[in-house]
């Protein structure tokens, strides 16, 4: 399985951007980058997602490498609502393998967002 | 409905009974997923069914668990003789297909005594 490496946690000063990085070396072609994020005492929510092209939302902005091997998730301007654990998802959709179409969900980004 | 339902919402069982959840994704979502997770740990993938294939259950952690999903819509996660260790929150997602993102409900916090 692909798999993905994430720091522990960042820290954040409110209303600063938030650069969240995330390792995928061994990313297969028809691995799309999934990003999700969990506040505390909830289930997780969907951010944004990409195959190859950086993507943007209301939420949030993904920047992917020219070789796919790692991303960015880019909070513009952090709120104290941002503060989350944030997870890094590649999505197998190629070949049938045994991670076909579902999440592994790894240890995530804590973020703090301080006042 | 707008989003992911699950319930109950809360279960507190004794140790050996039977347990069933519920989860009702989006209408017109043809993949659906359970998770879990337990307190301060990551999500463990359990069982995902797409359309009318048939389910991925490779997460499932015993055959305690078992999962089924009537007319490609509700699904019902029911773990027999339940045992302390599966004292978690079970979360449910669905999406529109597989190259798309996940709604995830509000989950169901068992707790097994």
């Known amino acids: 399985d692909a798999k993905t490496t994430q720091p522990n946690s960042m820290e954040s000063n409110e209303e600063e951007p938030v650069h969240l990085p995330c390792n995928h070396s061994t990313i297969s072609g028809t691995d799309y980058i999934h990003w999700y994020r969990q506040l505390p005492s909830q289930g997780p929510e969907y951010v944004i997602h990409?195959?190859?092209s950086n993507v943007n939302n209301r939420m949030a902005s993904l920047a992917i490498a020219e070789d796919r091997k790692s991303s960015t998730l880019i909070l513009h301007r952090a709120t104290l609502r941002d503060a989350a654990v944030y997870y890094c998802?590649?999505?197998?959709?190629?070949?049938?393998?045994?991670?076909?179409?579902?999440?592994?969900f790894g240890a995530g980004t804590q973020v703090v967002v301080t006042p | 409905g707008a989003g992911v339902s699950q319930s109950p919402s809360n279960k507190v069982t004794e140790k050996g009974k039977d347990v069933e959840l519920r989860c009702d994704p989006i209408?017109?979502?043809?993949?659906l997923y359970w998770y879990r997770q337990s307190l301060g740990q990551g999500l463990e993938f359990l069982i995902y069914f797409q359309g009318n294939s048939a389910p991925d259950k490779s997460g499932l952690p015993s055959d305690r668990f078992s999962a089924e999903r009537t007319g490609g819509s509700v699904s019902t996660l029911t773990i027999q003789r339940t045992q302390q260790e599966d004292s978690a929150v079970y979360l449910c997602?669905?999406?529109?297909?597989?190259?798309?993102?996940?709604?995830f409900g509000s989950g169901t916090r068992l707790t097994v005594v």
């Open positions: 990409g195959l190859t």
């Open positions: 209408s017109g979502h043809t993949a």
């Open positions: 998802i590649l999505r197998a959709t190629g070949a049938l393998t045994d991670s076909w179409g579902k999440f592994q």
């Open positions: 997602a669905s999406s529109l297909g597989f190259r798309e993102g996940y709604t």
